[in-house]
C-alpha cells in the first residue's frame, strides 16, 4: 500500500476552520492524525479547515468532536460566550501538584494570562498577552494602565486552561517582582516579546517584565 501524501497545512479560515485548527495543535495532532482518529480523508478535513462556507452534517461533527476530545457545541461555537467551568465535576476526580518544570511548560504554551496588581484601591486582576523570555513573564501595556502600575511591585500572574467536555484543567501561578524594561536590546530579544501583539490593539510601548520568584501549579484530571 502506498504512503500517504502529507496534507498542505492552509490557513484555517472561517469559525469551524478555526475551531477545528486550534483544537488539534492544542492536542498536538497533525491533520493526517486527526482525519484519521475521526476516519476520514485528510483531504476533507482540510477542506472543513480551509472553507468558510463548509457545512459537514451532525454525524461529520460528532465523529470529529470525540476524535479531538471535545464537544460539537464547542466546534460549532456554541459555547463562545459562557465562560468556562460550567460542567459538572467527575465523581473521582484526581488532583496533581505540578512540578516545576511541568509549570514552565504549562506558561510557555499560553498567550494570554490574568495579573494580580497591588493599586491604592486594593488589588486589581486584568488579562494581558504575554511570553516567556528567559524564564520570565514579558508582556507590553500602555502607559497609566493597571497593567503598567505592576512595575516596582510583587504581584500574582496566572494561566489556566479548562476543558469542560472531560471535566478537567489546570492552573499555573506566579508570584515575582514587576519591573519596567528600558533596554532596546531586551525588547527585541527574538524568542519573546516580538511575537506579543496585544489584542487590544493601539500603542503598547510599555514592557513589563515579571522575575518569578515562586512558580505553582496544580492539575484536575479523571
Not at 13 to 37: I, M, N, S, V
Not at 57 to 65: E, H
Not at 83 to 110: K, W
Request: glycine share 12%; with cysteine; proline share 9%.
Amino acid at each position: 500500500m502506498a504512503e500517504q501524501e502529507p496534507v498542505d497545512e492552509g490557513m484555517p479560515l472561517g469559525d469551524l476552520g478555526r475551531r477545528l485548527a486550534r483544537r488539534r495543535t492544542e492536542l498536538g495532532l497533525g491533520r493526517e492524525q486527526a482525519a484519521a482518529r475521526a476516519g476520514m480523508a485528510p483531504g476533507y478535513l482540510q477542506y472543513l479547515e480551509e472553507h468558510p462556507g463548509a457545512a459537514p452534517g451532525a454525524g461529520v461533527l460528532l465523529r470529529l468532536a470525540d476524535a479531538l476530545h471535545t464537544t460539537v457545541t464547542q466546534l460549532t461555537g456554541g459555547s463562545a460566550q459562557t465562560p468556562p467551568g460550567p460542567g459538572r465535576a467527575v465523581r473521582n476526580p484526581e488532583f496533581t501538584v505540578l512540578g516545576a518544570d511541568e509549570c514552565r511548560r504549562l506558561l510557555s504554551t499560553h498567550g494570554v494570562g490574568r495579573i494580580a496588581v497591588p493599586t491604592d484601591s486594593g488589588p486589581e486582576v486584568v488579562p494581558v498577552n504575554y511570553s516567556v523570555v528567559d524564564g520570565a513573564i514579558v508582556f507590553r501595556t500602555a502607559p497609566d494602565t493597571v497593567p503598567a502600575r505592576a512595575a516596582g511591585h510583587r504581584v500574582a500572574f496566572e494561566v489556566d486552561r479548562i476543558d469542560d467536555a472531560f471535566s478537567e484543567g489546570w492552573s499555573v501561578q506566579v508570584r515575582g517582582f514587576a519591573r519596567t524594561v528600558t533596554d532596546p536590546g531586551e525588547r527585541q530579544r527574538p524568542a519573546g516579546p516580538a511575537r506579543g501583539e496585544p489584542w487590544a490593539g493601539g500603542r503598547r510601548e510599555v514592557w513589563v517584565r515579571i522575575e518569578p520568584l515562586a512558580v505553582t501549579g496544580r492539575r484536575v484530571s479523571t
